[in-house]
């Protein structure tokens, strides 16, 4: 009664394993501050959660900006980007007379761990719109300038940190002092801030370069300076002004070039006989194998698709989580031997009888498909496994071609402000289970941490030993993804679980404006989740 939701979190802290940075009244979520707590009920929540982490990792990146302009020479910053997730931090670059050297790096690290000391306050300020722009055109921001000219509201949320004022979509920490943990590593062009993750939110995880996936990212940003779509401002100016249907048949006759690429890529190296595809969840692994197969036969050869949950053991042999529950994710939840015994015999030139699996019973049944594999034939295989060498440990290298494909998005928010490729794959992911399996957004939210782990434990470990990557993404996928997947978010209640990520995910789709689906080639990527595509999927 009466106390601060600051000092009520200062005094329960001892009663937390890891920090406290958020907090809920009756239920909604609020950022520490002076608020009067009177006869309310509030529940903590700490570094080591999915939201507080996130809250974490976005307090440092203003720690970082306004220790650069603290450090940095007068004028001589003309811009701060924070472009993409690399190695469990951001990939960040600086625009102006500044060299991102290890000896600029370590003043602005000294001078983020000097500002963590001092424990000053992050502070949020309502302002007029006109106001942040202004502020937006001092500090050169022009892609929050451009970002807001397509807000409704008056009004903006600002965060000052001694002085430096800066907008963020999302919350913040209350102060500086449990920004504790962070790193900066020099890397490319740039240098990468290294951040703790939930399950560790008191340890900087080590730095490994992720140089092919860096590669991707960096390309598909060259894409976007291009096209002149960097950012959701950019898009919705090109929604403005009515010149999308262009921009869309440029950006999927790019992803085509790339599919090209892989096949030309394929062809000069002999002896492949099997491609191998994993990727994380709605990543567009089915629509991509169709097309790549396409380009296949338009180059001699005959591709069979293959999946490797074909090849899952009988029910009861599968293994068990944590929980008890089936794993169907473990790799030991695939008959590997069976695999790698057709696979070898198909190499040998032999007829093979193809599993199908009965995912009712829980058994592989045979129904006569054969297969048997010529001069020209060729293996589509797809499964989360299938950059795992444990998985075709049998096979010759030379006999395998590996390809990652992710939708690496390369658009941003703002400057500051990532849109990040999970959120991208999760609206995805909505959209399609409610329009293939008739689910609901509260069941895909409420068994997507579950499928988060999975991909940490199997397929992330591997995508550097991939032999090429595919990035999925298209830039304005979320204008046309948004009408579908926001009656979706509305429909999740205050008191369900799943309501805050629900309303997170609409405060995002908010920046963006909609555009039609009606242009999307039939042959995209994005109809194996909207729907009217060409492909069985």
Same mark, same amino acid.
């Given at each position: 009664?009466?106390?601060?939701?600051?000092?009520?979190?200062?005094?329960?802290?001892?009663?937390?394993?890891?920090?406290?940075?958020? !907090?809920?009244?009756?239920?909604?979520?609020?950022?520490?501050?002076?608020?009067?707590?009177?006869?309310?009920?509030?529940?903590?929540?700490?570094?080591?959660?999915?939201?507080?982490?996130?809250?974490?990792?976005?307090?440092?990146?203003?720690?970082?900006?306004?220790?650069?302009?603290?450090?940095?020479?007068?004028?001589?910053?003309?811009?701060?980007?924070?472009?993409?997730?690399?190695?469990?931090?951001?990939?960040?670059?600086?625009?102006?007379?500044?060299?991102?050297?290890?000896?600029?790096?370590?003043?602005?690290?000294?001078?983020?761990?000097?500002?963590?000391?001092?424990?000053?306050?992050?502070?949020?300020?309502?302002?007029?719109?006109?106001?942040?722009?202004?502020?937006?055109?001092?500090?050169?921001?022009?892609?929050?300038?451009?970002?807001?000219?397509?807000?409704?509201?008056?009004? /903006?949320?600002?965060?000052?940190?001694?002085?430096?004022?800066?907008?963020?979509?999302?919350?913040?920490?209350?102060?500086?002092?449990?920004?504790?943990?962070?790193?900066?590593?020099?890397?490319?062009?740039?240098?990468?801030?290294?951040?703790?993750?939930?399950?560790?939110?008191?340890?900087?995880?080590?730095?490994?370069?992720?140089?092919?996936?860096?590669?991707?990212?960096?390309?598909?940003?060259?894409?976007?300076?291009?096209?002149?779509?960097?950012?959701?401002?950019?898009?919705?100016?090109?929604?403005?002004?009515?010149?999308?249907?262009?921009? /869309?048949?440029?950006?999927?006759?790019?992803?085509?070039?790339?599919? /090209?690429?892989?096949?030309?890529?394929?062809?000069?190296?002999?002896?492949?006989?099997?491609?191998?595809?994993?990727?994380?969840?709605?990543?567009?692994?089915?629509?991509?194998?169709?097309?790549?197969?396409?380009?296949?036969?338009?180059?001699?050869?005959?591709?069979?698709?293959?999946?490797?949950?074909?090849?899952?053991?009988?029910?009861?042999?599968?293994?068990?989580?944590?929980?008890?529950?089936?794993?169907?994710?473990?790799?030991?939840?695939?008959?590997?031997?069976?695999?790698?015994?057709?696979?070898?015999?198909?190499?040998?030139?032999?007829?093979?009888?193809?599993?199908?699996?009965?995912?009712?019973?829980?058994?592989?049944?045979?129904?006569?498909?054969?297969?048997?594999?010529?001069?020209?034939?060729?293996?589509?295989?797809?499964?989360?496994?299938?950059?795992?060498?444990?998985?075709?440990?049998?096979?010759?290298?030379?006999?395998?071609?590996?390809?990652?494909?992710? !939708?690496?998005?390369?658009?941003?928010?703002?400057?500051?402000?990532?849109?990040?490729?999970?959120?991208?794959?999760?609206?995805?992911?909505?959209?399609?289970?409610?329009?293939?399996?008739?689910?609901?957004?509260?069941?895909?939210?409420?068994?997507?941490?579950?499928?988060?782990?999975?991909?940490?434990?199997?397929?992330?470990?591997?995508?550097?030993?991939?032999?090429?990557?595919?990035?999925?993404?298209?830039?304005?996928?979320?204008?046309?993804?948004?009408?579908?997947?926001?009656?979706?978010?509305?429909?999740?209640?205050?008191?369900?679980?799943?309501?805050?990520?629900?309303?997170?995910?609409?405060?995002?789709?908010?920046?963006?404006?909609?555009?039609?689906?009606?242009?999307?080639?039939?042959?995209?990527?994005?109809?194996?989740?909207?729907?009217?595509?060409?492909?069985?999927?």
């Amino acid at each position: 009664m009466g106390k601060t939701l600051y000092e009520l979190a200062k005094e329960a802290q001892n009663q937390y394993e890891h920090a406290i940075i958020l !907090a809920k009244v009756n239920g909604r979520l609020e950022e520490l501050s002076d608020k009067e707590i009177t006869d309310q009920q509030v529940e903590f929540i700490t570094i080591g959660s999915n939201i507080g982490n996130e809250t974490y990792r976005r307090s440092v990146i203003l720690l970082m900006l306004q220790a650069i302009y603290k450090v940095a020479p007068k004028d001589s910053v003309k811009r701060v980007g924070v472009q993409y997730s690399i190695s469990k931090g951001f990939y960040c670059d600086i625009a102006g007379d500044i060299a991102c050297t290890e000896e600029f790096l370590a003043k602005v690290k000294a001078q983020m761990l000097m500002d963590v000391e001092s424990d000053f306050p992050i502070t949020k300020k309502t302002i007029k719109t006109s106001e942040a722009l202004e502020l937006f055109r001092k500090y050169k921001m022009m892609d929050k300038t451009k970002l807001f000219q397509y807000r409704i509201g008056s009004y /903006v949320n600002i965060y000052d940190l001694d002085g430096f004022q800066d907008y963020f979509y999302g919350y913040m920490a209350p102060s500086t002092g449990i920004l504790k943990y962070f790193d900066l590593f020099a890397y490319s062009d740039g240098f990468v801030l290294q951040l703790p993750v939930r399950s560790a939110p008191e340890e900087v995880p080590e730095f490994k370069p992720q140089d092919k996936v860096f590669s991707v990212l960096k390309e598909a940003t060259e894409w976007a300076d291009m096209l002149q779509l960097s950012t959701v401002g950019d898009l919705n100016e090109h929604i403005t002004n009515g010149d999308m249907e262009s921009l /869309v048949l440029v950006q999927e006759a790019l992803q085509e070039q790339k599919i /090209v690429e892989l096949v030309n890529e394929i062809q000069k190296r002999k002896g492949v006989k099997f491609i191998m595809i994993a990727g994380p969840s709605s990543s567009g692994k089915t629509t991509f194998s169709h097309r790549l197969s396409i380009q296949l036969r338009a180059n001699g050869y005959k591709p069979h698709p293959i999946g490797v949950d074909d090849y899952f053991v009988e029910r009861e042999q599968t293994p068990k989580d944590e929980n008890g529950e089936y794993n169907f994710e473990d790799i030991h939840a695939i008959d590997i031997e069976l695999f790698n015994h057709h696979m070898h015999e198909l190499l040998e030139g032999k007829e093979v009888h193809m599993p199908t699996f009965n995912f009712k019973s829980g058994r592989k049944e045979y129904r006569g498909n054969t297969l048997q594999l010529g001069e020209e034939d060729i293996l589509v295989i797809e499964g989360i496994h299938c950059l795992n060498d444990e998985l075709s440990y049998s096979l010759p290298v030379e006999s395998k071609f590996k390809i990652y494909i992710s !939708a690496l998005t390369q658009l941003n928010v703002d400057e500051h402000n990532r849109v990040s490729t999970t959120d991208g794959r999760l609206i995805r992911r909505m959209v399609r289970d409610y329009r293939t399996r008739g689910a609901s957004a509260k069941q895909t939210l409420s068994m997507w941490e579950s499928v988060r782990k999975g991909e940490e434990k199997n397929i992330f470990p591997f995508q550097e030993e991939a032999d090429a990557m595919f990035n999925s993404a298209m830039a304005y996928e979320l204008a046309v993804l948004k009408p579908y997947v926001e009656p979706l978010l509305f429909s999740i209640k205050p008191e369900e679980p799943e309501y805050q990520e629900a309303k997170r995910l609409l405060k995002f789709l908010d920046y963006f404006l909609t555009y039609s689906s009606d242009m999307i080639p039939i042959d995209s990527i994005l109809r194996e989740f909207v729907g009217g595509g060409c492909f069985r999927v």
